[in-house]
Nanobody
Framework: QVQLVESGGGLVQPGGSLRLSCAAS????????IGWFRQAPGKEREGVSC????????YYADSVKGRFTISRDNAKNTVYLQMNSLKPEDTAVYYC???????????????????WGQGTQVTVSS
């Protein structure tokens, strides 16, 4: 069974940091493009970041560029999202998703992702 499991969410004060993990089973993450998405109450789902398969080009939403870093550990079949300088507007449920598609700068947030995790809650509040 193909599964993605997110972990690492929690409550953090503004300016703090969290590292989210996306662990895959049933397939090899190395052969997939992996996206991070988030959805806040009353808001549409938003693409946060993506790391492409093979060449591994990286994409970020403008709202997180310079603060978040996506990375991959193929040996552990895990993708990470390091989140620094967190803001209250980063509060959301964060999901990871996988697609076998090769993605580009204009497509990464909108291509079909067949596989999704259950999400992990990130709350940024003082």
């Amino acid at each position: 069974q193909v599964q993605l499991v997110e972990s690492g969410g929690g409550l953090v004060q503004p300016g703090g940091s969290l590292r989210l993990s996306c662990a895959a089973s049933g397939f090899t993450l190395e052969s997939y493009s992996i996206g991070w998405f988030r959805q806040a109450p009353g808001k549409e789902r938003e693409g946060v970041s993506c790391i492409g398969r093979s060449y591994g080009r990286i994409y970020y939403a403008d709202s997180v560029k310079g603060r978040f870093t996506i990375s991959r550990d193929n040996a552990k079949n895990t993708v990470y999202l390091q989140m620094n300088s967190l803001k209250p507007e980063d509060t959301a449920v964060y999901y990871c998703a996988a697609t076998s598609n090769y993605v580009g700068s204009y497509s990464w947030a909108h291509v079909t992702y067949p596989y999704w995790g259950q999400g992990t809650q990130v709350t940024v509040s003082s």
